[in-house]
């Protein structure tokens, strides 16, 4: 079993900066992929970025160059910098990790934590 708590959310200007972190426990031998999704108002959860256990990492278009992720194995820890904050980055934030092993195609959640950007 794999638990995912999420922290850092919180309102913010335009402009700002917020560092949401997920911490994992549990079976983590079994954790490949994490990232981060986030579902806005009247919106469907999209996917913001991934980084695999070795650092690759991926990006959505509409956050390249502002929001960057990052992983403390030894931790088991991610976390997402989020910079230049812009009001469309409201949502509430998800972390995700994917099983791996036995546990392929397995996906763990967190909790979820609000962002909120004001014009």
């Known amino acids: 079993q794999v638990q995912l708590v999420e922290s850092g959310g919180g309102l913010v200007q335009a402009g700002g900066s917020l560092r949401l972190s997920c911490a994992a426990s549990?079976?983590?031998?079994?954790?490949?992929?994490m990232g981060w999704y986030r579902q806005g108002p009247g919106k469907q959860r999209e996917l913001v970025t991934t980084?695999?256990?070795?650092?690759?990492?991926n990006y959505a278009d509409s956050v390249k160059g502002r929001f960057t992720i990052s992983r403390d194995n030894a931790k088991n820890t991610v976390y997402l910098q989020m910079n230049s904050l812009k009001p469309e980055d409201t949502a509430v934030y998800y972390c995700?990790?994917?099983?791996?092993?036995?546990?392929?195609?397995?996906?763990?959640w967190g909790q979820g934590t609000q962002v909120t950007v004001s014009s």
């Open positions: 995700n990790a994917k099983g791996s092993g036995i546990y392929y195609g397995r996906d763990y």
């Open positions: 549990g079976t983590i031998f079994s954790i490949n992929t």
């Open positions: 980084i695999t256990r070795g650092g690759s990492t």
